[in-house]
């Protein structure tokens, strides 16, 4: 502390607050009052120090102050020694960092916690399910610009008359995606409309970036399509389009746009999976907020106003389902990156996780996830679930697989598209190389082109004209596909089954 002497001029120091003293020690200073103002004193203090020469010591002045002042003006400030204090060196020591080895751990399915009151399995539902180990059934058409991002998913199997219709989405070179249609008659062999080789979508992106995830039903006469459209971006919505037939979808409009601000899908909606029970549309979709996806309903009596449920959020944490009835219980199938994962319900709102339905097939097809999962009914009773095999980490280069339940064998005739051109059937490929009229995989899995394929007529030739086969005489007809229906005809309108 510095003290200077009243005589002198020495400029006032700060202020210090309400502290008291001792004894003080004021050395160098002639004898004379130092007037102290205490801030809280009666009157202030006067301390009486002693005349000395300032070249001596002063003694020891013991004063008993009730208050310091917050200011001491003395002349010459008292000087401080300054003591240096050695610091001791401390040694830096290395501490050996020991290799630990890291092990792999597996994926463990551990049993989730079941509400005993939503605890209901579908009636006849497979204990098991296997990747196909022939998968991938369909994949991109690399040779055309709309498809050449090779990048298909989101599968949607409909019943037709005598066979299947696969809607699916397909990302072009342009990195925008479409939505389109395939067909089959044993559920295996899938031919492209209006062609394997030069593929066209049945709903176009317009002017959005982005249409995808359909998900198709038949009512009232003719086909309702929802599916996810991002005008911009990935900002998703949820929009409808009809048809009478399985192409041509026309727009309708948007039917569920994000929720209110800082509601739980405030950011974006999409991937509809819709069910039609005779007289409520039920529509299960993911939304976003906050970086986080979970799955809600909405419902509607007429296909086109939809309403939120109440209770929404169902099901924390996922995306991209499929929902389905088997049996009176609801089925709800999800994508990951460790496999298919399902859930039940007795009533569509109160939900049961019961974790994963199959794992990944450990082949390339699927090494980074299984995305859009799709459940293939026959009759009302489970037949395949399809799905997107995430190739690679980035989920952007998928193609459609299938899992089939465990113990009835799987359908003949799929499974070779590796060994024909990227995106033909073998019955494109026969057609191609060898200009016969029909053909089909012979050797499921197989890598090798002179083997895999087994060519053969179609039967129909004499029905056809000009056309490579039924599916191409079809299509000229204006329908998405067809087959030989009465092999040997001569009658073009017998020969050929179209849809």
Same mark, same amino acid.
């Given at each position: 502390?510095?003290?200077?002497?009243?005589?002198?001029?020495?400029?006032?120091?700060?202020?210090? +607050?309400?502290?008291?003293?001792?004894? &003080?020690?004021?050395?160098?200073?002639?004898?004379?009052?130092?007037?102290?103002?205490?801030?809280?004193?009666?009157?202030?203090? +006067?301390?009486?120090?002693p005349a000395k020469d300032t070249s001596d010591d002063v003694p020891l002045l013991d004063a008993s102050v009730r208050d310091v002042p917050s200011t001491i003006d003395v002349s010459s400030p008292i000087d401080v020694p300054v003591v240096d204090v050695p610091v001791a060196d401390i040694p830096v020591v290395d501490i050996p960092v020991a290799d630990i080895p890291?092990?792999?751990?597996?994926?463990?399915?551990?049993?989730?916690?079941?509400?005993?009151?939503?605890?209901?399995?579908?009636?006849?539902?497979?204990?098991?399910?296997?990747?196909?180990?022939?998968?991938?059934?369909?994949?991109?058409?690399?040779?055309?610009?709309?498809?050449?991002?090779?990048?298909?998913? @989101?599968?949607?199997?409909?019943?037709?008359?005598? *066979?299947?219709?696969?809607?699916?989405?397909?990302?072009?070179?342009?990195?925008?995606?479409?939505?389109?249609?395939?067909?089959?008659?044993?559920?295996?062999?899938?031919?492209?409309?209006?062609?394997? @080789?030069?593929?066209?979508? /049945?709903?176009?992106?317009?002017?959005?970036?982005?249409?995808?995830?359909?998900?198709?039903?038949?009512?009232?006469?003719?086909?309702?399509?929802?599916?996810?459209?991002?005008?911009?971006?990935?900002?998703?919505?949820?929009?409808?389009?009809?048809?009478?037939?399985? +192409?041509? !979808?026309?727009?309708?409009?948007?039917?569920?746009?994000?929720?209110?601000?800082?509601?739980?899908?405030?950011?974006?909606?999409?991937?509809?999976?819709?069910?039609?029970? =005779?007289?409520?549309?039920?529509?299960?979709?993911?939304?976003?907020?906050?970086?986080?996806?979970?799955?809600?309903?909405? +419902? #509607?009596?007429?296909?086109?106003?939809?309403?939120?449920?109440?209770?929404?959020?169902?099901?924390?944490?996922?995306?991209? /389902?499929?929902?389905?009835?088997?049996?009176?219980?609801?089925?709800?199938?999800?994508? #990951?990156?460790? =496999?298919?994962?399902?859930?039940?319900?007795?009533?569509?709102?109160?939900?049961?996780?019961? *974790?994963?339905?199959?794992?990944?097939?450990?082949? #390339?097809?699927?090494? !980074?996830?299984?995305?859009?999962?799709?459940?293939?009914? /026959?009759?009302?009773?489970?037949?395949? &679930?399809?799905?997107?095999?995430?190739?690679?980490?980035?989920?952007?280069?998928?193609?459609?697989?299938?899992?089939?339940?465990?113990?009835?064998?799987?359908?003949?005739?799929?499974?070779?598209?590796?060994?024909?051109? @990227?995106?033909?059937?073998?019955?494109?490929?026969?057609?191609?190389?060898?200009?016969?009229?029909?053909?089909?995989c012979g050797m499921p899995g197989s890598t090798d082109p002179s083997r895999c394929c087994a060519c053969a007529p179609e039967g129909c030739e004499r029905c056809i004209g000009a056309a490579a086969d039924c599916h191409a005489a079809c299509v000229s007809a204006g329908a998405a596909g067809g087959w030989c229906a009465t092999p040997g005809s001569t009658d073009p309108?017998?020969?050929? @089954?179209?849809?």
């Amino acid at each position: 502390m510095t003290i200077a002497c009243a005589h002198d001029a020495a400029p006032p120091m700060s202020s210090l +607050t309400r502290w008291a003293l001792a004894s &003080i020690v004021i050395v160098g200073c002639a004898k004379q009052s130092v007037a102290v103002d205490a801030p809280e004193a009666d009157d202030p203090a +006067t301390l009486d120090v002693p005349a000395k020469d300032t070249s001596d010591d002063v003694p020891l002045l013991d004063a008993s102050v009730r208050d310091v002042p917050s200011t001491i003006d003395v002349s010459s400030p008292i000087d401080v020694p300054v003591v240096d204090v050695p610091v001791a060196d401390i040694p830096v020591v290395d501490i050996p960092v020991a290799d630990i080895p890291v092990a792999d751990i597996p994926v463990v399915d551990i049993p989730p916690v079941v509400d005993a009151g939503c605890d209901r399995l579908p009636p006849g539902w497979p204990a098991r399910w296997s990747v196909a180990p022939a998968s991938p059934m369909l994949v991109a058409t690399a040779t055309d610009p709309l498809q050449g991002e090779d990048n298909v998913y @989101a599968p949607d199997l409909q019943r037709i008359d005598g *066979g299947w219709a696969m809607f699916y989405g397909a990302q072009g070179s342009d990195g925008h995606d479409r939505i389109y249609v395939a067909t089959s008659r044993d559920g295996a062999t899938w031919r492209k409309w209006p062609s394997d @080789a030069t593929p066209r979508p /049945v709903l176009d992106r317009g002017t959005s970036n982005h249409v995808n995830d359909p998900s198709v039903v038949r009512a009232n006469g003719r086909w309702s399509m929802f599916y996810t459209d991002a005008p911009t971006a990935e900002n998703d919505r949820i929009w409808l389009a009809r048809s009478d037939g399985l +192409t041509g !979808f026309a727009r309708v409009g948007e039917v569920l746009g994000p929720g209110p601000a800082g509601a739980w899908d405030d950011e974006k909606v999409g991937r509809p999976s819709v069910h039609f029970d =005779g007289s409520t549309w039920w529509m299960f979709y993911d939304g976003t907020s906050r970086g986080r996806r979970h799955v809600g309903l909405a +419902t #509607s009596a007429d296909g086109r106003t939809f309403t939120r449920h109440p209770r929404n959020p169902l099901v924390l944490d996922a995306g991209a /389902v499929d929902v389905q009835r088997v049996g009176g219980v609801w089925v709800m199938l999800r994508e #990951s990156g460790t =496999g298919t994962l399902w859930s039940t319900s007795p009533d569509g709102l109160c939900w049961v996780d019961r *974790g994963r339905l199959f794992g990944l097939s450990g082949a #390339s097809t699927d090494r !980074f996830g299984q995305v859009t999962p799709h459940l293939q009914l /026959v009759d009302g009773a489970p037949s395949a &679930i399809w799905f997107g095999g995430a190739s690679v980490m980035s989920w952007n280069r998928n193609r459609i697989a299938v899992a089939y339940p465990d113990g009835p064998s799987a359908p003949s005739g799929s499974g070779c598209t590796a060994c024909v051109p @990227a995106g033909l059937s073998c019955a494109a490929a026969c057609q191609s190389a060898l200009g016969a009229t029909g053909g089909a995989c012979g050797m499921p899995g197989s890598t090798d082109p002179s083997r895999c394929c087994a060519c053969a007529p179609e039967g129909c030739e004499r029905c056809i004209g000009a056309a490579a086969d039924c599916h191409a005489a079809c299509v000229s007809a204006g329908a998405a596909g067809g087959w030989c229906a009465t092999p040997g005809s001569t009658d073009p309108s017998r020969c050929c @089954a179209c849809w």
